[in-house]
């Protein structure tokens, strides 16, 4: 239920277990006060790059993601923000600064609370009214260990997702969406907006899903970086994906390397 559009390279990174999250994808705004990312080149080094470029407003915020044909555009109203995309329209509340609440034109609502340390505690997923998933969340030294959803009434034969997270707590964190935890357990990631993030950086993840009736799918996440000394930036961000899932009664074995090239204008 944890819905996300994928972009195509970032597709083949995280397809294995993004394929059964679904649909909107979270996006990235500033990695630092003074930077901003203003552009990705996907799969560096592979056959066929692709460039998504992201364009602000003249208070910071994130007005437009570029990549392919369908660019998601960001409207700010009040406690809402409005993106769409395609024929896809979706809406955040927030309070406090925070995201309380996703809703799309497809029937999707999931509320989210947040614990008195100021951390997502669960997040609930909804579907034309019914319950279909819920989650729960581990936090270990400020950053988020583990994360479990669990199919609900509504959904009585859907699968169980489990992820736990790595860190190096000597490293600061980066907000590339690919390099997050948070893009991987909220309905649709903006740095700053869900309540405390983690702290350390993420050096990997590794993801189970758990059917009714078919094999367990297993993949692992390991992260690579290199860092712009002179402001400190995550220039390279380098995805190692490794696992097996299962698709119509075959076995899939996923061994691949895919490079981020990340490009920002800062203020000073």
Do not use: W
Request: glycine share 8%; hydrophobic share 30%; charged share 15%.
């Amino acid at each position: 239920m944890k819905k996300y559009f994928i972009t195509a390279f970032a597709l083949l990174c995280v397809a294995i277990t993004a394929c059964k999250k679904s649909t909107q994808n979270p996006k990235p705004i500033n990695t630092e006060p003074t930077c901003k990312l203003t552009s990705i080149l996907l799969g560096a080094g592979g056959t066929a790059p692709g460039t998504e470029n992201l364009t602000y407003d003249a208070q910071g915020r994130l007005v437009k993601d570029s990549i392919g044909t369908q660019p998601y555009n960001f409207s700010y109203a009040g406690n809402k923000i409005t993106i769409t995309t395609g024929n896809i329209v979706i809406e955040l509340t927030l309070e406090n600064g925070r995201v309380i609440n996703y809703s799309d034109n497809t029937g999707a609502t999931e509320p989210i609370a947040y614990n008195s340390d100021g951390y997502i505690s669960t997040v609930s997923y909804y579907q034309d009214g019914a319950l279909f998933a819920t989650d729960a969340r581990t936090y270990t030294n400020g950053n988020l260990t583990g994360f479990k959803q669990t199919p609900g009434p509504g959904n009585p034969s859907g699968s169980t997702l489990s992820e736990t997270f790595s860190y190096d707590a000597t490293k600061t964190a980066t907000s590339f969406y690919i390099a997050n935890p948070m893009y991987y357990t909220v309905p649709f990631y903006i740095p700053g907006l869900y309540g405390k993030e983690p702290k350390g950086l993420l050096i990997s993840f590794s993801g189970t899903t758990d059917y009714l009736n078919s094999p367990t799918d297993e993949t692992n996440h390991d992260f690579t970086y290199e860092q712009d000394q002179a402001t400190g930036n995550y220039s390279t961000v380098t995805q190692h994906l490794t696992g097996t899932r299962h698709f119509a009664g075959n076995t899939i074995n996923v061994d691949q390397t895919t490079i981020f090239k990340l490009t920002y204008v800062c203020d000073k």
